[in-house]
């Protein structure tokens, strides 16, 4: 039977001793594999920083160390005495006892066995007939920090060694979260990453940046388009959100708090925010977001939102956080205008609470903890199945929707998201030997998410529609493919156009020929060297790889700089479809089940799309403009623009339908063209390569 904290001080002495009797047992602990020097190193090749990072969730333990005089405050020990009668009668058959404190001295309630891979072992108290004893478990993850290591080389160990802003800055989600029970440093913890991160944003931000207008100057052998003049970290626009989800009600920590309406506690009553997918699946919480352009900038935003963050006494913290709190830090590649945002996301989780240090609060409390505790458990789920779908193919539901806290973490959580993304989990459990239950609990709770790599297997069959089966010859081929397709639908366009404008002069140009040969703009030979396969190129951010392209690509004539950007954007995003896609396909196939089954019992849909995305394909059917422009591009490049466009495709159309609903014009028709109008402007040859052409 568990002991708790009382009784566990109580027998502090015996414990004390049964605790250095098993340490004497014990081998020396294992330290890091890799050395601080070794990731500073690995960090500035962004190849094999993501080499080493290449798990989805990364799980990682920290204890803090005790606190002087913490022990002595936060638990209170009795010791027992016989005392004598004060008449003279004789004693009774029991001594009879009083109970006078005594002084609590600090024993350590977790062991670090060993840093990478990490291994924390709680040791347990609890009571037998015989007295106290003492249990000893193991808890696994990918790192475990002693309470001796400092907050720097934390940060180094895990936003540095897993390529966290690195990922952000190419177009990707980082997530880091810290979780554990209230008083066991977590805010400590994540204070230091947020100043870290603000700290290196602009520095890791201007190498990036250099080497990309490096690449895009190479390319442009005209040197007249390339960059734009953006240099570096120029090429990057910041912004910055803070949400705190208090229970169901979440609020912007940016929000100017003066004239703002106090509660009784003197916290600020702010305005909630609602969190709701909107009609594109998107979940975009209306919060200020304020642009910053230097480490100093956000280090203050950071400051003053902390400052109003909402806190409470409780019996473990004086100043307990009561909210999850969620800086997201988006970073816009101006380089880039298609691509999606990265992002960075910080979350300091509400501490979580066992009934015994929860049963002392008021109501508002008690809702509290009960409001929180529901949020971890349900992001548990979340985690688990994010851990467990990297590593296994076919279906895993993710039930990011069952609360508010997971929908903000959609883009970590939903497997049809598109951006590459990686989550880091530090566990936090508090010193004490008092609160080893409740350490159990954090750790119980976190090490599932750590997972082993896959057992190796042989090589897949070969399956054109899954890059993660092609061999070097197969990958060449479809790449050369790629480029091919895109260079041709350019000439066409750029034929079309010509065409247009000579028989507007009464000239006639010659028949356009598809068999015609052509250059293209990137050397495959050297985009994919020996060795790689489509599986390589699956683990390539979105920006390296159209660095890649800059880099061994040349372009003259139609082919700009810009031109060249936006094919390799639409090729590597048909590969991530592809594969993502191919991940999917046993979820694939049930959704395709449930979906028969509907039809058998409700009757068809009378509205069908292309895959993934929402055009119709009754409009392909018509032979009038615009539904006959409609009919010159694939399903392949509808889902490409549809992707890349975001939630300007969705406007376009949904202002285009609303115009014509005014005017009183065919809603139908308006939305349509608003899709060959995006289609065209996607697909549209350059300019200059018509006026050389003229």
């Keep these: 039977m568990a002991s708790s904290a009382a009784l566990t001080t109580t027998h502090l002495p015996v414990l004390r001793s049964q605790l250095e009797e098993w340490r004497e047992k014990q081998s020396a602990i294992s330290g890091f594999s890799t050395s601080l020097s070794d990731i500073a190193d690995n960090s500035l090749n962004s190849k094999d920083a993501r080499n080493t990072a290449s798990k989805d969730v990364v799980v990682a333990f920290r204890t803090r160390p005790p606190l002087e005089h913490e022990a002595e405050e936060k638990f209170k020990a009795y010791e027992t005495k016989d005392t004598p009668e004060q008449d003279g009668t004789e004693a009774s058959s029991g001594p009879a006892t009083t109970e006078g404190s005594c002084k609590v001295e600090f024993c350590p309630g977790i062991t670090v066995a060993s840093a990478e891979p990490g291994t924390f072992i709680a040791h347990v108290p609890g009571l037998k007939w015989s007295g106290p004893t003492l249990t000893h478990k193991k808890y696994g993850s990918d790192l475990a920090f002693a309470p001796g290591i400092d907050n720097e080389e934390v940060y180094q160990r895990t936003v540095i060694a897993n390529d966290m802003i690195s990922l952000a800055l190419s177009s990707g989600t980082a997530c880091i979260l810290a979780y554990g029970q209230t008083g066991s440093g977590k805010t400590y913890t994540m204070e230091a990453l947020e100043y870290r991160i603000a700290r290196d944003l602009f520095v890791i931000a201007e190498r990036i940046g250099k080497s990309f207008v490096d690449a895009e100057r190479r390319a442009d052998t005209a040197g007249q388009e390339a960059g734009h003049g953006a240099s570096g970290a120029n090429i990057f626009e910041f912004s910055v959100t803070f949400l705190e989800l208090l229970g169901k009600r979440a609020v912007d920590l940016l929000e100017p708090v003066d004239g703002l309406v106090l509660d009784n506690q003197g916290n600020p009553i702010r305005k909630e925010i609602p969190i709701h997918e909107d009609k594109n699946g998107d979940v975009r919480p209306r919060l200020i977001s304020h642009i910053f352009k230097s480490s100093e900038e956000l280090q203050e935003l950071i400051t003053n939102a902390l400052a109003h963050r909402r806190t409470s006494a409780t019996a473990r913290n004086a100043t307990s956080s009561r909210s999850h709190a969620l800086l997201t830090i988006k970073v816009k590649n101006i380089l880039l205008p298609y691509a999606e945002d990265g992002q960075i996301i910080l979350v300091d989780l509400a501490g979580s609470e066992r009934y015994e240090d929860s049963k002392g609060h008021d109501k508002q409390r008690m809702l509290e903890s009960r409001d929180n505790n529901n949020s971890l458990m349900n992001l548990k789920e979340c985690v ?117 404008e000579a028989e507007k002069k009464g000239e006639k140009l010659n028949p356009y020929d598809p068999t015609a040969p052509i250059t293209l703009p990137v050397a495959i030979e050297k985009l994919c060297p020996d060795g790689m396969t489509g599986k390589h190129f699956g683990r390539f951010y979105t920006t390296e790889f159209i660095q890649r392209c800059l880099e061994v690509g040349h372009v003259d004539g139609e082919i700009t700089v810009d031109v060249l950007k936006n094919i390799a954007a639409e090729v590597i995003g048909v590969l991530y479809y592809l594969i993502l896609t191919a991940k999917t396909k046993a979820r694939n196939d049930i959704m395709k089940s449930r979906k028969t089954l509907a039809l058998e019992v409700y009757g068809e849909s009378p509205i069908e799309s292309i895959p993934g995305t929402d055009v119709k394909l009754a409009y392909l059917t018509i032979d009038r403009p615009p539904y006959t422009t409609l009919r010159e591009y694939t399903n392949e490049q509808f889902l490409v623009v549809s992707q890349t466009l975001g939630s300007a495709w969705y406007t376009a159309r949904n202002l285009a339908v609303s115009n014509a609903r005014e005017q009183g014009t065919d809603m139908q028709d308006a939305e349509v063209m608003a899709i060959v109008e995006m289609m065209e402007e996607f697909y549209k040859p350059s300019s200059d390569a018509d006026e050389g052409n003229a």
């Design 384 to 500: 688990r199945a994010k851990a467990k779908m990297a590593n296994e193919e076919g279906f895993v539901h993710i039930p990011w929707r069952s609360n508010k806290l997971t929908m903000l973490l959609k883009s970590i959580f939903d497997p049809e998201y598109r951006q590459p993304s990686r989550a880091l989990i530090i566990a936090h459990v508090s010193p004490h030997i008092q609160d080893s239950t409740h350490s159990v609990n954090t750790l119980s709770y976190a090490s599932p998410f750590k997972t082993s790599p896959p057992k190796p297997k042989g090589p897949a069959p070969y399956s054109p529609a899954d890059p993660r089966t092609w061999n070097h010859e197969q990958t060449v081929t479809w790449f050369t493919k790629q480029f091919t397709q895109r260079i041709r639908a350019r000439q066409l366009n750029s034929y079309n156009l010509r065409q247009t």
